[in-house]
C-alpha cells in the first residue's frame, strides 16, 4: 500500500535554530499538507499546498514557517527559529485526484516527525 | 465554528463491548465527516467517513451513525478488541475534496481482555 515517507522521525534542536522536516508524498498524489500535534492535544491544520502554491494556511503557520516542494517527490517544511512551544509531532499528508475531480481520495498521513525544541 | 466537539475524552470497555464515541459541529459548511484511529508513534490513519446525505455507514465492525439536523455523528465499534485499543479522532472538512480537517480532541479507548 502506498505510504507517505517522513524523515527524520525524531529531531532534536536548540531554540533559535532553523529546522526542515522533510516528508515524501505517494506518487501521484497532487495535494499536500502540514498538520501538527502537541504531545496528548489533537492534529491540528498548518498549511495545505497545491500546484506548487500554498492554497490554505492556518493562524498557525506564521511568517516562521515555510514549505516547498523542491523536486518532483519531496515537500518540506520550514521552521526558521525554533521556540520551545514548536514541539510536537509534525505530520505530512497528500490527497489525489480521481476521475478528474479533486477529492479526499487516498488523504493518508504520514508517521511523523517528533520536533523537540530545548 | 470551525470547532469540532468529541467526547468522551477516554473511554474502557471489556472486549466485545460496543464503545461510542460522539461528536458535533456548528459549520454547516462542513460536508466530510471521517474517523481516524491513531496508535502511539503514528500518523492518524483513516477508518471510515461519511457524507451528510446518509443518516448511516457500516464498515465491517465500525458504523457512524450522523443526524444532521442536530449536527451530531457518532462512531460504533462493534464487538470491539484489544486490538482496538488507540486515540480516535473525529474530523471535519468543509468540501469532499482535498482540504484540510478539522479535528476533535479525540478519545482515548482502551479494550480490556
Known amino acids: 500500500e502506498p505510504e507517505v515517507t517522513q524523515t527524520p522521525s525524531h529531531q532534536v534542536t536548540q531554540m533559535g535554530q532553523e529546522v526542515i522536516l522533510r516528508c515524501v508524498p505517494i506518487?501521484?498524489?497532487?495535494?499536500f499538507y502540514w498538520y501538527r500535534q502537541i504531545l496528548g492535544q489533537k492534529v491540528e491544520f498548518l498549511v495545505s499546498?497545491?500546484?506548487?502554491?500554498?492554497?490554505?494556511k492556518s493562524e498557525i503557520f506564521d511568517d516562521q514557517f515555510s514549505v516547498e516542494r523542491p523536486d518532483g517527490s519531496n515537500f518540506t517544511l520550514k521552521i526558521r527559529s525554533t521556540k520551545l512551544e514548536d514541539s510536537a509531532m509534525y505530520f505530512c499528508?497528500?490527497?489525489?485526484?480521481?476521475?478528474?475531480?479533486?477529492?479526499?481520495?487516498?488523504?493518508?498521513f504520514g508517521s511523523g516527525t517528533r520536533l523537540t525544541v530545548v | 465554528q470551525q470547532q469540532v466537539k468529541q467526547s468522551p475524552q477516554s473511554l474502557i470497555v471489556q472486549k466485545g463491548g460496543i464503545p461510542i464515541i460522539n461528536c458535533a459541529y456548528e459549520?454547516?459548511?462542513?460536508?466530510?465527516f471521517p474517523w481516524y484511529q491513531q496508535f502511539p508513534g503514528k500518523g492518524p490513519a483513516l477508518l471510515i467517513a461519511i457524507r451528510p446525505d446518509v443518516s448511516e455507514k457500516k464498515e465491517g465492525r465500525f458504523t457512524i451513525s450522523f443526524n444532521k439536523s442536530a449536527k451530531q455523528f457518532s462512531l460504533h465499534i462493534m464487538d470491539s478488541q484489544p486490538g482496538d485499543s488507540a486515540t480516535y479522532f473525529c474530523a471535519a472538512s468543509k468540501r469532499n475534496y482535498g482540504q484540510n480537517f478539522v479535528f476533535g480532541p479525540g478519545t482515548r479507548l482502551s479494550v480490556l481482555p
Open positions: 499546498f497545491y500546484n506548487n502554491e500554498i492554497s490554505e
Open positions: 506518487s501521484n498524489h497532487l495535494y
Open positions: 499528508a497528500s490527497s489525489g485526484q480521481a476521475g478528474g475531480q479533486r477529492t479526499n481520495y487516498g488523504y493518508t
Open positions: 459549520n454547516t459548511a462542513f460536508d466530510y
